[in-house]
């Protein structure tokens, strides 16, 4: 059980270098973030909301007192949670959304800014269930699964209409991004959901269509995707864990308009290419 605990911002960076610094996807090019690597815990700075303490051992994280408390919480389920699910429990991340179909889980994966959110938000008003916006969290045992992720969806404002899709609320707004939390009755839980397949988001002028990806052809936008720290051995354990996983789900190139008008149409498309569940 993750325990976490509110403190007093910390104003100053822990001493060296940090073990990673990059701006985040999504953001507006203005929020920083920066993980320092502190024995056996880390610290991690992100600058729209301030210092996190991580002890993925102990599954204990420290966060900012005083920091807006959406932001804060959206923060606290990403790198926070995910160093202690890697470190702690073995699982490994992905940059991808997903929904549930047929009681298996659809990734769809891609980079930031290339329409994962938007995607999912699709599905959602279909009648499926979003368990990840951004950051897919994946196990391997006894065979690959996904983990819901934070029940929120971060909508762009010009992919707003002013109004709350069903089975949504907004819970925040800022310059970019208006925060919709999923109902409960429309978020995954605690319970693990198999892996059915992963789509890459590509982007094509005018038609939909797929390209099956082979395993091995799959492994460099895994690589791409996945969130691992700057280590042989974090990188080994993630080459054996992608590998893994290439090989035991069905992978596709979707290439699709980024158009609103056929955002219907690919989620009618994906749910007809989708193997049936007793061939996956």
């Not at 900012?64 to 991340?93: K, Q, Y």
């Not at 709350?164 to 605690?190: C, F, K, M, Q, W």
Request: charge should be neutral.
């Amino acid at each position: 059980m993750l325990d976490v605990c509110a403190e007093g911002d910390a104003a100053a960076a822990p001493p060296g270098a940090p073990l990673l610094e990059w701006k985040l996807n999504g953001s507006n090019g203005e929020i920083t973030a920066k993980l320092y690597s502190l024995d056996q815990e880390y610290r991690y700075w992100v600058s729209d909301t301030g210092w996190y303490g991580i002890d993925p051992t102990n599954l204990m994280i420290r966060i900012p007192e005083r920091a807006d408390e959406t932001f804060r919480e959206h923060r606290l389920w990403g790198v926070p949670t995910l160093l202690c699910s890697m470190i702690n429990g073995g699982d490994f991340f992905l940059h991808a959304a997903a929904a549930e179909v047929g009681h298996g889980a659809v990734l769809l994966a891609a980079p930031g800014r290339h329409g994962k959110t938007t995607l999912a938000l699709q599905f959602h008003r279909e009648g499926y269930r979003v368990l990840s916006e951004d950051s897919a969290c994946c196990r391997l045992t006894p065979s690959p699964a996904l983990l819901a992720g934070p029940a929120m969806l971060r909508i762009r404002p010009d992919m707003f209409d002013g109004r709350a899709p069903a089975g949504t609320h907004i819970v925040s707004v800022s310059e970019d991004r208006i925060y919709l939390a999923l109902d409960e009755d429309r978020r995954g839980n605690d319970h693990p959901v198999p892996i059915r397949a992963i789509f890459f988001l590509r982007e094509s002028a005018e038609k939909i269509h797929f390209e099956r990806v082979t395993p091995q052809k799959a492994l460099p936008d895994l690589w791409a995707l996945n969130f691992r720290l700057p280590t042989v051995a974090d990188s080994a354990r993630a080459f054996v864990q992608l590998s893994r996983l290439a090989g035991s789900v069905p992978i596709w190139n979707l290439y699709r308009p980024l158009r609103v008008a056929s955002l219907g149409k690919t989620v009618d498309r994906i749910v007809k290419i989708l193997p049936s569940p007793a061939h996956d």
